[in-house]
Protein backbone atom coordinates (compact mmCIF):
# COMPACT_ATOMS: atom_id res chain seq x y z
CA UNK A 1 0.00 0.00 0.00
CA UNK A 2 1.42 3.31 -1.23
CA UNK A 3 1.50 5.89 1.55
CA UNK A 4 -1.10 8.38 0.64
CA UNK A 5 -3.17 5.17 0.36
CA UNK A 6 -2.42 4.61 3.79
CA UNK A 7 -2.98 8.15 4.74
CA UNK A 8 -6.71 8.32 2.55
CA UNK A 9 -7.17 5.40 4.75
CA UNK A 10 -6.58 6.46 8.00
CA UNK A 11 -7.60 9.81 7.36
CA UNK A 12 -11.46 8.20 6.23
CA UNK A 13 -11.36 6.07 9.37
CA UNK A 14 -10.62 9.31 11.80
CA UNK A 15 -13.41 10.64 9.54
CA UNK A 16 -15.96 8.09 10.24
CA UNK A 17 -15.09 7.17 14.10
CA UNK A 18 -15.48 11.55 13.97
CA UNK A 19 -19.06 11.10 12.56
CA UNK A 20 -20.00 7.71 15.07
CA UNK A 21 -18.66 10.01 17.92
CA UNK A 22 -20.93 13.04 17.20
CA UNK A 23 -23.56 10.97 16.14
CA UNK A 24 -23.62 8.69 19.60
CA UNK A 25 -23.89 12.12 21.35
CA UNK A 26 -27.28 13.32 22.31
CA UNK A 27 -28.39 17.10 21.70
CA UNK A 28 -30.23 18.61 23.72
CA UNK A 29 -31.90 21.82 22.46
CA UNK A 30 -32.69 23.78 25.66
CA UNK A 31 -34.32 26.77 24.81
CA UNK A 32 -35.59 29.83 27.03
CA UNK A 33 -36.76 33.88 26.69
CA UNK A 34 -34.65 35.20 29.60
CA UNK A 35 -31.76 36.52 29.36
CA UNK A 36 -28.19 34.93 30.63
CA UNK A 37 -27.70 36.89 33.53
CA UNK A 38 -31.12 36.07 35.53
CA UNK A 39 -31.53 33.37 37.86
CA UNK A 40 -33.25 30.85 34.87
CA UNK A 41 -30.47 31.54 32.53
CA UNK A 42 -27.57 31.04 35.46
CA UNK A 43 -29.48 27.71 36.13
CA UNK A 44 -29.85 26.69 32.59
CA UNK A 45 -25.88 26.69 32.10
CA UNK A 46 -25.45 25.44 35.34
CA UNK A 47 -27.44 22.27 33.96
CA UNK A 48 -25.43 22.04 31.02
CA UNK A 49 -22.20 21.95 32.76
CA UNK A 50 -23.33 19.28 35.36
CA UNK A 51 -25.64 17.37 32.78
CA UNK A 52 -22.50 16.99 29.80
CA UNK A 53 -20.19 15.72 33.42
CA UNK A 54 -22.19 13.27 34.71
CA UNK A 55 -22.91 11.95 31.08
CA UNK A 56 -19.03 12.16 30.35
CA UNK A 57 -20.29 14.05 27.67
CA UNK A 58 -22.14 11.25 26.25
CA UNK A 59 -25.08 14.40 26.05
CA UNK A 60 -24.43 17.81 24.86
CA UNK A 61 -26.81 20.35 26.05
CA UNK A 62 -27.34 23.49 23.97
CA UNK A 63 -28.87 26.75 25.88
CA UNK A 64 -30.23 29.20 23.55
CA UNK A 65 -31.02 31.98 25.91
CA UNK A 66 -33.38 35.57 25.25
CA UNK A 67 -35.44 34.35 22.72
CA UNK A 68 -32.78 33.41 20.29
CA UNK A 69 -34.81 30.76 18.67
CA UNK A 70 -38.55 30.96 19.62
CA UNK A 71 -40.78 33.19 21.42
CA UNK A 72 -43.39 32.92 24.81
CA UNK A 73 -45.95 30.33 22.44
CA UNK A 74 -43.95 29.32 19.72
CA UNK A 75 -41.45 28.03 22.43
CA UNK A 76 -43.86 25.77 23.74
CA UNK A 77 -45.37 24.42 20.13
CA UNK A 78 -41.71 23.67 19.53
CA UNK A 79 -41.51 21.45 22.52
CA UNK A 80 -44.31 19.68 21.84
CA UNK A 81 -43.20 19.17 17.94
CA UNK A 82 -39.69 18.36 19.28
CA UNK A 83 -37.86 21.42 17.25
CA UNK A 84 -36.75 21.54 21.11
CA UNK A 85 -36.10 19.21 23.85
CA UNK A 86 -36.42 21.04 27.20
CA UNK A 87 -37.42 24.75 28.05
CA UNK A 88 -38.23 26.73 31.18
CA UNK A 89 -41.30 28.75 30.37
CA UNK A 90 -42.96 30.69 33.29
CA UNK A 91 -45.87 28.30 34.83
CA UNK A 92 -48.53 31.43 33.66
CA UNK A 93 -47.36 29.79 30.27
CA UNK A 94 -48.70 26.26 31.18
CA UNK A 95 -52.12 26.87 31.64
CA UNK A 96 -52.57 28.24 28.13
CA UNK A 97 -52.03 24.48 26.63
CA UNK A 98 -55.40 23.60 28.78
CA UNK A 99 -53.99 22.87 31.82
CA UNK A 100 -55.56 25.84 33.84
CA UNK A 101 -55.04 24.55 37.20
CA UNK A 102 -51.55 25.60 36.71
CA UNK A 103 -53.05 29.53 37.12
CA UNK A 104 -53.04 28.91 41.09
CA UNK A 105 -49.39 30.18 40.65
CA UNK A 106 -51.11 33.81 39.35
CA UNK A 107 -53.44 34.67 41.70
CA UNK A 108 -51.95 37.76 43.53
CA UNK A 109 -50.80 37.29 46.96
CA UNK A 110 -51.60 33.61 47.24
CA UNK A 111 -48.31 33.04 48.87
CA UNK A 112 -47.07 34.79 51.74
CA UNK A 113 -43.32 33.97 51.21
CA UNK A 114 -41.04 31.34 49.87
CA UNK A 115 -42.29 28.60 52.13
CA UNK A 116 -45.77 28.63 51.46
CA UNK A 117 -44.78 28.64 47.73
CA UNK A 118 -42.24 25.82 47.92
CA UNK A 119 -45.18 24.03 50.47
CA UNK A 120 -47.02 23.62 46.91
CA UNK A 121 -43.72 23.41 44.20
CA UNK A 122 -41.91 20.38 46.35
CA UNK A 123 -44.90 18.54 47.58
CA UNK A 124 -47.76 16.35 45.96
CA UNK A 125 -49.53 18.83 44.12
CA UNK A 126 -45.99 20.10 42.15
CA UNK A 127 -46.00 16.58 41.12
CA UNK A 128 -49.80 16.13 40.71
CA UNK A 129 -49.54 19.45 38.58
CA UNK A 130 -46.50 17.98 36.31
CA UNK A 131 -48.51 14.42 35.71
CA UNK A 132 -51.59 16.67 34.29
CA UNK A 133 -48.35 18.20 31.86
CA UNK A 134 -48.12 14.14 30.21
CA UNK A 135 -51.22 13.97 28.27
CA UNK A 136 -49.63 17.06 26.56
CA UNK A 137 -46.43 15.20 25.36
CA UNK A 138 -44.55 17.12 27.93
CA UNK A 139 -42.66 15.96 31.14
CA UNK A 140 -41.85 17.99 34.20
CA UNK A 141 -38.58 17.99 36.08
CA UNK A 142 -38.35 20.62 38.17
CA UNK A 143 -39.66 24.01 39.81
CA UNK A 144 -37.47 26.53 39.10
CA UNK A 145 -37.73 30.15 41.42
CA UNK A 146 -37.93 33.63 39.73
CA UNK A 147 -39.27 35.95 42.34
CA UNK A 148 -41.98 37.86 43.33
CA UNK A 149 -43.28 40.40 41.16
CA UNK A 150 -42.86 44.13 40.96
CA UNK A 151 -45.22 46.67 39.44
CA UNK A 152 -43.63 49.44 36.82
CA UNK A 153 -45.27 52.48 35.20
CA UNK A 154 -43.97 56.03 33.89
CA UNK A 155 -46.22 57.39 36.55
CA UNK A 156 -46.03 56.42 40.94
CA UNK A 157 -47.86 53.31 41.55
CA UNK A 158 -49.03 53.43 44.91
CA UNK A 159 -53.14 52.99 45.31
CA UNK A 160 -55.34 50.99 43.39
CA UNK A 161 -56.68 54.15 41.50
CA UNK A 162 -53.06 54.82 40.18
CA UNK A 163 -53.44 52.09 38.00
CA UNK A 164 -56.54 53.07 36.24
CA UNK A 165 -56.46 53.33 32.42
CA UNK A 166 -52.94 52.61 32.10
CA UNK A 167 -52.44 49.58 29.52
CA UNK A 168 -50.24 47.15 31.58
CA UNK A 169 -48.34 44.22 29.80
CA UNK A 170 -49.21 40.72 31.13
CA UNK A 171 -48.58 37.35 30.13
CA UNK A 172 -51.04 35.06 28.65
CA UNK A 173 -52.59 34.20 31.97
CA UNK A 174 -56.63 34.94 32.54
CA UNK A 175 -55.76 35.40 36.45
CA UNK A 176 -53.65 37.93 35.63
CA UNK A 177 -55.83 39.56 33.29
CA UNK A 178 -58.21 39.33 35.85
CA UNK A 179 -55.64 41.29 38.63
CA UNK A 180 -54.95 43.95 36.32
CA UNK A 181 -58.56 44.49 35.65
CA UNK A 182 -59.19 44.49 39.84
CA UNK A 183 -57.30 47.61 39.91
CA UNK A 184 -59.02 48.97 36.93
CA UNK A 185 -55.70 48.78 33.95
CA UNK A 186 -55.99 47.57 30.52
CA UNK A 187 -53.71 44.20 30.75
CA UNK A 188 -52.45 43.67 27.21
CA UNK A 189 -50.82 40.19 26.48
CA UNK A 190 -47.31 40.92 24.39
CA UNK A 191 -44.87 38.54 24.24
CA UNK A 192 -41.65 38.42 26.64
CA UNK A 193 -39.34 39.71 24.31
CA UNK A 194 -41.29 42.54 22.74
CA UNK A 195 -42.14 44.34 26.27
CA UNK A 196 -39.39 47.11 26.13
CA UNK A 197 -40.26 47.80 22.42
CA UNK A 198 -43.95 47.82 23.72
CA UNK A 199 -43.21 50.25 26.92
CA UNK A 200 -40.76 52.08 24.61
CA UNK A 201 -43.25 53.14 21.70
CA UNK A 202 -46.08 52.97 24.22
CA UNK A 203 -48.27 50.28 23.14
CA UNK A 204 -48.11 49.92 26.54
CA UNK A 205 -47.56 51.79 29.68
CA UNK A 206 -46.38 49.66 32.32
CA UNK A 207 -45.74 45.84 33.18
CA UNK A 208 -45.09 43.65 35.92
CA UNK A 209 -42.06 41.49 36.51
CA UNK A 210 -39.36 40.30 38.72
CA UNK A 211 -36.55 42.62 39.20
CA UNK A 212 -34.13 40.49 37.47
CA UNK A 213 -36.57 40.72 34.35
CA UNK A 214 -37.04 44.43 34.75
CA UNK A 215 -33.28 44.95 34.71
CA UNK A 216 -31.56 42.64 32.38
CA UNK A 217 -34.72 43.43 29.75
CA UNK A 218 -33.85 47.22 30.18
CA UNK A 219 -36.77 48.12 31.48
CA UNK A 220 -35.50 50.50 33.55
CA UNK A 221 -34.89 52.58 30.53
CA UNK A 222 -38.08 52.95 29.80
CA UNK A 223 -39.73 53.18 32.91
CA UNK A 224 -39.75 55.91 35.21
CA UNK A 225 -41.26 54.13 38.44
CA UNK A 226 -40.85 50.29 39.97
CA UNK A 227 -43.27 49.75 43.19
CA UNK A 228 -42.00 47.06 45.00
CA UNK A 229 -45.32 45.26 45.18
CA UNK A 230 -44.93 41.70 45.63
CA UNK A 231 -47.97 41.04 44.61
CA UNK A 232 -47.51 37.58 42.72
CA UNK A 233 -45.01 35.06 42.18
CA UNK A 234 -42.50 34.27 38.81
CA UNK A 235 -41.13 31.02 38.77
CA UNK A 236 -40.30 28.22 36.06
CA UNK A 237 -41.25 24.48 35.16
CA UNK A 238 -38.00 23.25 33.40
CA UNK A 239 -39.67 20.74 31.18
CA UNK A 240 -39.06 18.06 28.62
CA UNK A 241 -40.22 16.15 25.60
CA UNK A 242 -41.88 12.97 27.23
CA UNK A 243 -41.32 10.75 23.94
CA UNK A 244 -37.94 12.20 23.32
CA UNK A 245 -37.14 11.84 26.96
CA UNK A 246 -38.64 8.28 27.25
CA UNK A 247 -36.14 7.10 24.98
CA UNK A 248 -33.38 8.14 26.55
CA UNK A 249 -31.19 5.46 27.65
CA UNK A 250 -31.72 4.64 31.41
CA UNK A 251 -28.65 5.70 32.81
CA UNK A 252 -28.43 9.02 30.54
CA UNK A 253 -31.86 9.69 32.56
CA UNK A 254 -30.07 9.09 36.01
CA UNK A 255 -27.34 11.45 35.08
CA UNK A 256 -29.45 14.04 33.77
CA UNK A 257 -31.84 13.99 36.58
CA UNK A 258 -29.33 14.03 38.82
CA UNK A 259 -27.70 16.97 36.91
CA UNK A 260 -31.23 18.91 37.23
CA UNK A 261 -31.81 18.16 40.90
CA UNK A 262 -28.33 20.30 41.96
CA UNK A 263 -29.02 22.65 39.42
CA UNK A 264 -32.46 23.07 40.83
CA UNK A 265 -30.91 23.67 43.93
CA UNK A 266 -28.77 25.96 42.22
CA UNK A 267 -31.51 27.99 40.64
CA UNK A 268 -33.09 28.62 44.27
CA UNK A 269 -29.92 29.21 46.03
CA UNK A 270 -29.23 32.11 43.62
CA UNK A 271 -32.70 33.72 42.90
CA UNK A 272 -33.38 35.74 45.78
CA UNK A 273 -29.72 37.20 45.78
CA UNK A 274 -29.73 37.99 41.49
CA UNK A 275 -32.64 40.04 42.09
CA UNK A 276 -31.43 41.91 45.29
CA UNK A 277 -28.59 42.95 43.01
CA UNK A 278 -30.81 43.90 40.17
CA UNK A 279 -32.92 45.80 42.74
CA UNK A 280 -29.20 47.87 43.40
CA UNK A 281 -28.64 48.01 39.50
CA UNK A 282 -31.65 49.97 38.89
CA UNK A 283 -31.31 51.85 42.04
CA UNK A 284 -27.66 52.86 40.91
CA UNK A 285 -29.11 53.31 36.93
CA UNK A 286 -30.92 56.33 38.62
CA UNK A 287 -33.35 56.05 35.25
CA UNK A 288 -36.30 54.86 37.85
CA UNK A 289 -37.59 55.62 41.30
CA UNK A 290 -37.97 52.52 43.11
CA UNK A 291 -41.14 52.68 45.12
CA UNK A 292 -41.59 51.29 48.90
CA UNK A 293 -45.11 51.31 50.26
CA UNK A 294 -46.72 51.82 53.78
CA UNK A 295 -48.18 49.35 55.27
CA UNK A 296 -51.38 51.26 54.29
CA UNK A 297 -51.12 51.23 50.86
CA UNK A 298 -50.17 47.34 50.65
CA UNK A 299 -53.08 46.58 52.50
CA UNK A 300 -54.98 48.51 50.24
CA UNK A 301 -53.87 47.07 46.75
CA UNK A 302 -53.87 43.51 48.46
CA UNK A 303 -57.51 44.29 49.13
CA UNK A 304 -58.29 45.33 45.44
CA UNK A 305 -56.18 42.76 43.87
CA UNK A 306 -57.91 40.21 45.94
CA UNK A 307 -61.21 40.61 44.23
CA UNK A 308 -59.35 38.46 40.93
CA UNK A 309 -59.64 35.66 43.27
CA UNK A 310 -63.48 36.22 43.45
CA UNK A 311 -64.18 36.21 39.60
CA UNK A 312 -61.81 33.46 38.68
CA UNK A 313 -63.37 30.33 38.07
CA UNK A 314 -60.61 27.19 38.55
CA UNK A 315 -60.01 27.08 42.14
CA UNK A 316 -62.75 26.74 44.86
CA UNK A 317 -63.25 29.77 46.34
CA UNK A 318 -63.43 28.12 50.14
CA UNK A 319 -60.40 26.53 49.45
CA UNK A 320 -58.85 29.98 48.79
CA UNK A 321 -60.46 31.64 51.78
CA UNK A 322 -58.55 28.66 53.88
CA UNK A 323 -55.17 28.84 52.58
CA UNK A 324 -55.42 32.77 52.74
CA UNK A 325 -56.83 32.97 56.54
CA UNK A 326 -56.88 29.42 57.38
CA UNK A 327 -59.83 29.27 60.33
CA UNK A 328 -59.59 33.06 61.06
CA UNK A 329 -61.92 34.09 58.03
C1 LIG B 1 -42.54 36.89 31.20
O1 LIG B 1 -43.06 36.63 30.10
O2 LIG B 1 -42.66 37.97 31.77
C2 LIG B 1 -41.70 35.81 31.87
O3 LIG B 1 -42.21 34.58 31.54
C3 LIG B 1 -40.30 35.90 31.42
C4 LIG B 1 -39.46 34.77 31.97
O4 LIG B 1 -38.75 35.02 32.95
O5 LIG B 1 -39.52 33.69 31.43
Redesign the pocket.
Known amino acids: MKLHQLLIGLITAGLVLTVQAKDQSIVIKFS???AED?P?GKAAEHFKKLAEKYTKNKVKIEVYPNSKLFK?KDEMDALQKGEVQML???L??LAPLGIKEFEIFDLPYIFNDYKDLHGITRGQVGKDLFSRLEVKGILGLAYWD?AFKQMSANKPLRKPDDFKGLKMRI?ASKIIDLQMQSVGATPVVT??AE?HKALQTGTVDGTE??IS?FYTQNIHEVQKFLTLTNHGY?G?AVIANKKFWDKLPDDIKDDLTKAMAEATDYANEIAKKENDEALAQVKASGKTEVIELTPEEKAALKKAMLTSHDKQDIIPKAFLRWWLCGDKC
Open positions: HIATKDAPSSKNQSFVNSNLY
